[in-house]
């Protein structure tokens, strides 16, 4: 897989390490995306699918929330290929561990059916965020990391909400966060993927896989950086 030259990687040690709520037996601790993926499967079917359609439109205009919905997408995928091999044997649990918290992440966007859709024309991320794929077509690219930087650094970049879209994106927020009963970026959950992406990334032995562990962290680390 073919990765972009390497960017600054903020460390996490500022990042809320509160522990997470136990769940059933004692020895079943619940990760933040499994608490939600549980709050939203107890929701009534018309607060998930008004949290829905604000995801959605939120997801063509405002730069925060699409990089906050494509980059697990984008680290489930390549995590996903990588064999309990790519670390040593006492990380091969972290791994699984990962693994298991991005299949619940995919969970997540299934139940408020994220699709990643393409801005169209008049949307403020139209034409901006590289190249244009949906969460399908994200998922069966040949990079997905390369695809999703662009997306990134437009994050980074001051004003990047145009005036005109601040009121649209404030309403469809506010609707997003009522309906899911949270806020619609999700940012615990980012923290916690973050986290995880640090611990395992110096156990490879593999200089290409260590760096796209740390190059998987990047896509984050704007967003959990990020006040939302």
């Given at each position: 897989?073919?990765?972009?030259?390497?960017?600054?990687?903020?460390?996490?040690?500022?990042?809320?390490?509160?522990?997470?709520?136990?769940?059933?037996?004692?020895?079943?601790?619940?990760?933040?995306?499994?608490?939600?993926?549980?709050?939203?499967?107890?929701?009534?079917?018309?607060?998930r699918?008004q949290?829905?359609?604000?995801?959605?439109?939120?997801?063509?205009?405002?730069?925060?929330?699409?990089?906050?919905?494509?980059?697990?997408?984008?680290?489930?995928?390549?995590?996903?290929?990588?064999?309990?091999?790519?670390?040593?044997?006492?990380?091969?649990?972290?791994?699984?561990?990962?693994?298991?918290?991005?299949?619940?992440?995919?969970?997540?966007?299934?139940?408020?059916?994220?699709?990643?859709?393409?801005?169209?024309?008049?949307?403020?991320?139209?034409?901006?965020?590289?190249?244009?794929?949906n969460?399908?077509?994200?998922?069966?690219?040949?990079?997905?990391?390369?695809?999703?930087?662009?997306?990134?650094?437009?994050?980074?970049?001051?004003?990047?909400?145009?005036?005109?879209?601040?009121?649209?994106?404030?309403?469809?927020?506010?609707?997003?966060?009522?309906?899911?009963?949270?806020?619609w970026?999700?940012?615990?959950?980012?923290?916690?993927?973050?986290?995880?992406?640090?611990?395992?990334?110096?156990?490879?032995?593999?200089?290409?896989i260590?760096?796209?562990?740390?190059?998987?962290?990047?896509?984050?680390?704007?967003?959990?950086?990020?006040g939302?």
């Open positions: 897989m073919a990765l972009a030259a390497p960017r600054p990687v903020t460390t996490f040690q500022d990042l809320d390490s509160r522990p997470v709520a136990l769940r059933g037996p004692e020895r079943q601790v619940a990760t933040p995306i499994q608490q939600v993926r549980e709050e939203l499967q107890r929701l009534p079917t018309k607060r699918e949290a829905s359609k604000s995801l959605e439109i939120l997801l063509r205009n405002d730069v925060f929330t699409r990089a906050a919905y494509q980059a697990p997408v984008v680290i489930h995928q390549v995590i996903s290929e990588l064999g309990d091999e790519s670390v040593t044997p006492r990380a091969r649990d972290d791994l699984r561990a990962l693994r298991r918290n991005l299949d619940e992440y995919m969970v997540v966007l299934d139940v408020l059916k994220v699709s990643l859709p393409i801005p169209l024309s008049g949307d403020s991320l139209h034409s901006k965020i590289g190249p244009e794929l969460r399908e077509a994200l998922v069966l690219s040949h990079d997905p990391v390369r695809a999703t930087l662009p997306l990134l650094h437009l994050v980074e970049e001051p004003g990047v909400i145009p005036a005109q879209t601040i009121d649209v994106i404030r309403l469809q927020s506010h609707l997003a966060g009522q309906g899911m009963g949270r806020s970026i999700l940012k615990p959950q980012l923290e916690d993927l973050l986290r995880q992406l640090y611990k395992i990334a110096p156990e490879s032995s593999n200089e290409e260590k760096y796209t562990l740390h190059e998987l962290a990047s896509l984050i680390t704007p967003i959990a950086g990020e939302c």
